[in-house]
């Protein structure tokens, strides 16, 4: 600031000035709450009282002054908020961050070079190479589980795709299976957990399937039903989850206990639409209810929650007899 404007700005400071003498100056009002809350808390607000630093970069400043944090460091209108911010914390951790304090580098790289250092690990070779916070993020947790995703790294994979690629070597699962630069990083995903879960991923590994077909599939396998059914490109996820479903539910039909079974051989004999309770999820004893009310011709449909124990079946089923005599 040119001299004639440091000696208004510190008159102002002295004598306590009200908003429109700071607006005068050019400062907004958001601007003068900040110096105010600096006076109120008698720090030296001449660091940051210049129209150059917006309110939130005052903030930082004046919280970094009222912690009694040397600010000279982040005293640079150049720096936004978050930059200042993670400076702070660098400071309060003891951590230099050498040629990465520049405001070139966005306030991403400076935290992971920062909660590297605070690793004993150094990760300013990779940000001085250019790459994002994010993937210095997942370099740092690479380190971290004692992995090395280096190479991945220089192959030009991002953040997302080297997420799974980690999660793929900390759980011992063969990347290679999912190591195409074409697959995004949610495709990789469902590889990966279809690897975890031992299903056959060939079967839904297609460049041509999306993420969200993929997961449909990869369902179906670990659910054990025929996916070959649905396991086409050309069916949107939508409707391969509605097919999965519905293969599902005939996969469940088949598991009914000797107990169930019977009460549907029951239905079946006296002539009963059994397909009301056919279902694995009612216990025999709800099916036994479902069934009795049914061969009083009672519409069985206020107990059609396999949530209600047999009880509370029976309970509404003799209500529902009542309201017909």
Same mark, same amino acid.
């Given at each position: 600031?040119?001299?004639?404007?440091?000696k208004?700005?510190?008159?102002?400071?002295?004598s306590?000035?009200?908003? +429109?003498?700071? !607006?005068?100056?050019?400062?907004? %009002?958001?601007?003068?709450?900040?110096?105010q809350?600096?006076?109120?808390?008698?720090?030296?607000?001449? =660091?940051?009282?210049?129209?150059?630093?917006d309110?939130?970069?005052?903030?930082?400043? $004046?919280?970094?002054?009222?912690?009694?944090?040397?600010?000279?460091?982040?005293?640079?209108?150049?720096?936004?908020?978050?930059?200042?911010?993670?400076?702070?914390?660098?400071? =309060?951790?003891?951590v230099?961050?050498?040629?990465?304090?520049?405001?070139?580098?966005?306030?991403?790289?400076?935290?992971?070079?920062? &909660?590297?250092?605070?690793?004993?690990?150094?990760?300013?070779?990779?940000?001085?190479?250019?790459?994002?916070?994010?993937?210095?993020?997942?370099? !740092?947790?690479?380190?971290?589980?004692?992995?090395? *995703?280096?190479?991945?790294?220089?192959?030009?994979?991002?953040?997302?795709?080297?997420?799974?690629?980690?999660?793929?070597?900390?759980?011992?699962?063969?990347?290679?299976?999912?190591?195409?630069?074409?697959?995004?990083?949610e495709?990789?995903?469902?590889?990966? /957990?279809? /690897? +975890?879960?031992?299903v056959?991923?060939?079967?839904?590994?297609?460049?041509?399937?999306?993420?969200g077909?993929m997961?449909?599939v $990869? &369902?179906?396998?670990?659910?054990?039903?025929?996916?070959?059914?649905?396991?086409?490109?050309?069916?949107?996820?939508?409707?391969?989850?509605?097919?999965?479903?519905?293969?599902?539910?005939?996969?469940?039909?088949?598991?009914?206990?000797?107990?169930?079974?019977?009460? *549907?051989? *029951?239905?079946?004999s006296?002539?009963?639409?059994?397909?009301?309770?056919?279902?694995?999820?009612?216990?025999?004893?709800?099916?036994?209810?479902?069934?009795?009310?049914?061969e009083?011709?009672?519409n069985?449909?206020?107990?059609?929650?396999? %949530? &209600?124990?047999?009880?509370?079946?029976e309970?509404?089923?003799?209500?529902?007899?009542?309201?017909?005599?």
């Amino acid at each position: 600031m040119e001299e004639e404007f440091k000696k208004e700005v510190s008159n102002c400071i002295m004598s306590n000035a009200d908003g +429109e003498q700071w !607006r005068k100056l050019g400062f907004n %009002h958001m601007q003068y709450i900040e110096i105010q809350k600096g006076l109120e808390a008698g720090v030296d607000v001449s =660091v940051y009282a210049n129209p150059q630093f917006d309110a939130a970069q005052m903030k930082s400043l $004046r919280l970094g002054l009222k912690s009694g944090i040397d600010v000279s460091r982040l005293a640079n209108p150049e720096y936004d908020f978050m930059q200042m911010e993670e400076i702070k914390n660098s400071i =309060v951790a003891g951590v230099d961050l050498g040629e990465i304090e520049n405001p070139k580098y966005d306030y991403s790289i400076m935290r992971e070079i920062r &909660l590297g250092a605070e690793n004993r690990y150094d990760m300013t070779r990779y940000a001085l190479m250019g790459y994002s916070g994010n993937v210095l993020r997942q370099i !740092r947790f690479a380190r971290k589980a004692d992995v090395d *995703i280096s190479f991945f790294v220089k192959e030009g994979f991002d953040e997302r795709q080297l997420n799974e690629i980690r999660l793929g070597v900390e759980n011992c699962v063969d990347v290679t299976r999912y190591l195409l630069h074409e697959y995004s990083g949610e495709q990789m995903r469902q590889i990966r /957990l279809g /690897l +975890e879960a031992g299903v056959d991923t060939s079967q839904y590994s297609l460049l041509g399937f999306s993420s969200g077909q993929m997961e449909q599939v $990869r &369902l179906g396998l670990e659910a054990g039903v025929d996916v070959s059914v649905y396991a086409d490109p050309f069916i949107d996820a939508l409707e391969m989850k509605e097919m999965r479903i519905n293969l599902e539910n005939d996969e469940m039909a088949y598991t009914l206990d000797e107990m169930q079974s019977q009460q *549907i051989l *029951i239905g079946l004999s006296k002539g009963l639409d059994v397909s009301v309770y056919a279902d694995v999820k009612y216990t025999y004893a709800q099916m036994e209810q479902i069934r009795i009310a049914l061969e009083h011709n009672i519409n069985p449909s206020p107990m059609l929650d396999n %949530h &209600l124990d047999s009880k509370a079946m029976e309970k509404i089923r003799k209500e529902l007899e009542n309201d017909l005599l």
